[in-house]
């Protein structure tokens, strides 16, 4: 099969999952286990899976001058956005955070543009503006509270700071997937962020009375473990290798319709017309931001 096509369904996966997780983490914060206690098992849990897999691959030796891009691409893809991300789903609803997401490629332009110096025409400069303009109708206009959701506008703005952290990261692995096995960087990048999460979410993973689990809580918690840690990001090192960042990132689309979806079969949460408004600005934007201009061809001289 070809690599590139191999890749695409790798990050239809990914977002797949993703969309599927906001239901099923929100379910379990803050009754189960609190989020940054989840951020703990989350990523310990993966490092013991990457390290695992890691004894049926060739290892590599990772150059002294990548280590500092590694410790960076931990820092931002395991860490702070996991932190905003969770911290972010216990104050608001699942809905709400798979819109906040698709800001995702809006962010990876801007981001892009100011540390690569790359050029910014004017039609993607309106569509940054839509998107950061969807992103805070989100932020400002939201009911405050919800449900199980108490701080709903402060939950939202976590989001968008997940989704900075997130772009941070995508830019930043870039060069290491090229260089280096997904297995090889994913084992270093999860025991980094374990070591960094672990102080962290220390008392509140020792808060879960782990002896009255039952089954309806294990198993979405080795869903966020194995599913939307250890699977969606060894798919995403892969969709990387073959595809650009800004590529991966248009697939985040994905994540409002399933979570929509998923959430409304599941019950958890609703549509109202303010999401809808502000899915509809922030899709604009990343239609005009990552749109590519039509080539002008010139008529041959004869």
């Not at 017309?273 to 590519?292: E, P, Q």
Request: net charge positive.
């Amino acid at each position: 099969m070809d690599r590139r096509l191999v890749a695409i369904l790798a990050a239809t996966a990914t977002e797949t999952i993703y969309g599927i997780n906001h239901t099923v983490a929100k379910g379990l914060m803050p009754h189960v286990i609190q989020p940054f206690g989840f951020i703990v098992l989350r990523v310990g849990g993966a490092a013991i899976l990457f390290w695992l897999l890691s004894l049926f691959t060739k290892s590599e030796k990772i150059e002294t001058k990548d280590w500092w891009r590694i410790f960076a691409c931990a820092l931002f893809g395991m860490v702070l956005n996991m932190l905003m991300f969770f911290k972010g789903l216990s104050l608001s609803t699942p809905i709400n955070s798979a819109v906040s997401m698709t800001i995702t490629p809006v962010l990876l332009l801007l981001l892009t543009a100011l540390i690569l110096r790359e050029r910014i025409t004017w039609i993607k400069t309106l569509g940054i503006i839509l998107g950061l303009s969807g992103a805070l109708v989100l932020i400002l206009f939201q009911e405050k509270t919800q449900g199980n959701a108490p701080n709903i506008p402060l939950g939202n703005l976590l989001f968008v700071l997940n989704a900075i952290s997130y772009s941070f990261y995508l830019i930043l692995v870039k060069p290491l997937v090229k260089k280096y096995k997904a297995v090889t960087l994913l084992k270093f990048f999860f025991l980094i962020a374990f070591c960094i999460n672990l102080p962290i979410g220390y008392s509140e993973l020792t808060q879960v009375q782990w002896t009255q689990l039952t089954f309806s809580e294990i198993g979405p918690m080795l869903f966020v473990v194995i599913a939307t840690t250890f699977l969606t990001y060894l798919f995403n090192i892969f969709a990387l290798k073959q595809l650009s960042p800004s590529t991966v990132g248009v697939f985040i689309y994905l994540q409002p319709v399933v979570a929509t979806i998923f959430a409304i079969l599941a019950g958890a949460d609703t549509l109202n017309a303010l999401r809808v408004g502000a899915a509809c600005l922030i899709f604009m934007g990343v239609f005009l931001s990552t749109r590519k201009p039509k080539k002008v061809v010139l008529p041959k001289q004869i």
